[in-house]
Nanobody, 115 residues
């Protein structure tokens, strides 16, 4: 189990960019997969992107070509670079292990994209 702290969200206009960061309280060096998830009110949390220890990535169809996930094991940090943001990207973004998340989630970071 790890404590997760997400940051980097904010208000941005459509077409803009943000970089989210997620720092874990334990080493993620040996964690096989990390992911970014997002949630909007009334909807289930959805998987946005994953990065495994071998470098393979997965992206939700809606963010392919716009978002990039990366990790810095030395800093125990996972990043999500978000470009060409759209209003439908508005959500609270969380990171966690993938495919089996830790039971504890961070508070997330709110991304609001205005049209």
């Amino acid at each position: 189990q790890s404590q997760l702290v997400e940051s980097g969200g904010g208000l941005v206009q459509a077409g803009g960019s943000l970089t989210l960061s997620c720092t874990a309280s334990i080493s993620i060096f040996s964690i096989s997969g990390m992911g970014w998830y997002r949630q909007t009110p009334g909807k289930q949390r959805e998987l946005v992107a994953t990065l495994n220890i071998g470098g393979s990535t997965y992206y939700h169809d809606s963010v392919k070509g716009r978002f990039t996930i990366s990790r810095d094991n030395a800093k125990n940090t996972v990043y999500l670079q978000m470009n060409s943001l759209k209003p439908e990207d508005t959500a609270v973004y969380y990171c966690n292990k993938h495919p089996i998340p830790w039971t504890g989630w961070g508070k997330g970071t709110l991304v609001t994209v205005s049209s």
